[in-house]
């Protein structure tokens, strides 16, 4: 089992940035895929990044490539996504996402590839 706890989220104007971390541990942690979804009220819950964590293969969704990052520190078992120039459009709540399967690139966008999920925080972005 995997336990994902998310952190980083907050209230920032139009044009700033944030930092969410994603802290995994388990007594079996190896997940081969880890990423950031996320969900505003009364949407569905939406891809935002993707890395693999063996080789730091990293994938975005459109509407965020180029202003959001996602990276991996393979010795404190965490996933981070740094997220700059953000917009009102970006406010939702971020959820940490990881599984252990092997998927292909087009399965990375998908909610149902991932098995493990965080409890959520919460980003709004002011105009």
């Known amino acids: 089992q995997v336990q994902l706890v998310d952190s980083g989220g907050g209230l920032v104007q139009a044009g700033g940035s944030l930092r969410l971390s994603c802290a995994a541990s388990?007594?079996?942690?190896?997940?081969?895929?880890m990423g950031w979804f996320r969900q505003a009220p009364g949407n569905q819950r939406d891809f935002v990044a993707a890395?693999?964590?063996?080789?730091?293969?990293?994938f975005y969704a459109d509407s965020v490539n180029r202003r959001f990052t996602i990276s991996r520190d393979n010795a404190k078992n965490t996933v981070y996504l740094q997220m700059n120039s953000l917009r009102p459009e970006d406010t939702a709540m971020y959820y940490c996402?990881?599984?252990?399967?092997?998927?292909?690139?087009?399965?990375?966008?998908?909610?149902?590839?991932?098995?493990?999920w965080g409890q959520g925080t919460q980003v709004t972005v002011s105009s």
């Open positions: 996402a990881a599984t252990n399967r092997g998927l292909l690139l087009s399965q990375w966008v998908l909610r149902t590839s991932y098995d493990y």
């Open positions: 388990g007594s079996t942690f190896s997940s081969n895929i």
């Open positions: 890395i693999r964590w063996s080789s730091g293969y990293t």
